[in-house]
């Protein structure tokens, strides 16, 4: 069925335009006609279901489980699940609120040759702080996630950080192919063998996304899964901060530990927290140079940071903050909105 030129899925959730496409289907955009709201709806292939009924029995258990997550302010919300017959095709999907930004492959990827590196490490950190939030309070509903990368933590235009698609991996094993939808660059010793996966093994796939994040490197390098298994097996990786000297090295050992070999020597993953905490118990300042600047963009930043446009105009203006979620959020929101001129500094 087309609505205005879009397809409409159980009279209410209109398709507007696919944000991505992976192993189970594709996501889209679109809206909730009956509330009036913007949602994404990963639609699943069918056709390349080992198990029609079984993985569906399966996908909706693991759609109730997210959605025991719902709420939390750095998971991504699971709100519906269903069923789309249009003749002899059936579709089914599942609708997750949507998050209007990027995700943080994007934020190595383009942002950090743009950054200065002390504002680039100062967000990151604060993307793993809130990664972090979202992981344990999962851990302590006994929802593991089991796919952990920079692709499923996104980064929200108004400064939040949120995590998604939990326990939607293990759905995966049932589409064929499944060595293709093997995180490879991100997976656990275990995993490789088909080892039974833990929250240790979360551990470890967030030991390597924080990599990565911080270093701007994949721990392992290459695409061929063969030294890639050897690799995560039995390799360790350089010292993240001998890759970026703004790492400290309580926090390098902190990563290093979650990439242990053995999920028993992986530690907990309030340590990882602990680290985070004290990095991040500093002043920051907000430093703006955006006096050149187009009126729009002034206002813009005025808009976020409550600084007058005026005194951007008349050149560099500076903001102290005593709470440092309010300076980072407000940095991501500057640095999302492609403001240039934003310098992050602390004491």
Not at 13 to 42: C, N
Request: contains cysteine; proline residues 4%; aromatic residues 10%.
């Amino acid at each position: 069925m087309r609505y205005s030129g879009s397809r409409l899925l159980s009279e209410r959730y209109r398709l507007e335009h696919v944000l991505a496409k992976g192993g189970m289907g594709e996501v889209w955009r679109g809206t909730d006609l009956l509330l009036d709201r913007t949602v994404a709806v990963k639609l699943i292939k069918t056709h390349d279901l080992l198990d029609l009924e079984e993985t569906l029995a399966q996908f909706h258990t693991e759609a109730k489980t997210g959605a025991l997550l719902t709420g939390h302010a750095n998971i991504v919300s699971v709100l519906d699940f269903g069923r789309h017959a249009d003749g002899a095709r059936t579709e089914h999907y599942l609708v997750m609120e949507f998050v209007d930004g990027i995700h943080a492959r994007q934020y190595i990827s383009q942002l950090q040759p743009e950054l200065d590196p002390e504002s680039y490490y100062y967000i990151a950190l604060y993307i793993a702080y809130e990664s972090c939030k979202a992981i344990q309070y999962a851990h302590t509903r006994r929802v593991l996630h089991r796919d952990l990368k920079p692709l499923n933590l996104f980064l929200s235009h108004n400064g939040q950080v949120k995590v998604g698609d939990f326990g939607l991996s293990r759905v995966l094993k049932e589409f064929r192919g499944t060595s293709k939808l093997l995180s490879c660059a991100y997976a656990a010793p275990e995993q490789w063998d088909d080892g039974e996966l833990t929250r240790q093994t979360d551990l470890y796939q967030f030991g390597c996304t924080l990599y990565q994040l911080f270093t701007g490197e994949l721990p392992f390098p290459g695409d061929q899964q063969s030294q890639l298994k050897k690799d995560h097996k039995w390799t360790i990786p350089a010292a993240p901060h001998t890759l970026n000297p703004y790492i400290s090295p309580p926090l390098s050992q902190a990563i290093l530990t979650l990439m242990s070999k053995r999920p028993e020597d992986r530690g907990a993953l309030w340590q990882l927290y602990d680290v985070l905490v004290e990095e991040l118990h500093r002043r920051f300042t907000l430093h703006l140079d955006v006096a050149g600047e187009p009126d729009s963009v002034l206002y813009r930043v005025s808009s976020i940071t409550e600084i007058g446009s005026e005194e951007l105009r008349r050149g560099p203006a500076a903001m102290e903050y005593r709470d440092f979620s309010e300076a980072l959020s407000e940095g991501l929101q500057l640095v999302l909105a492609g403001v240039t001129g934003v310098f992050i500094r602390c004491r």
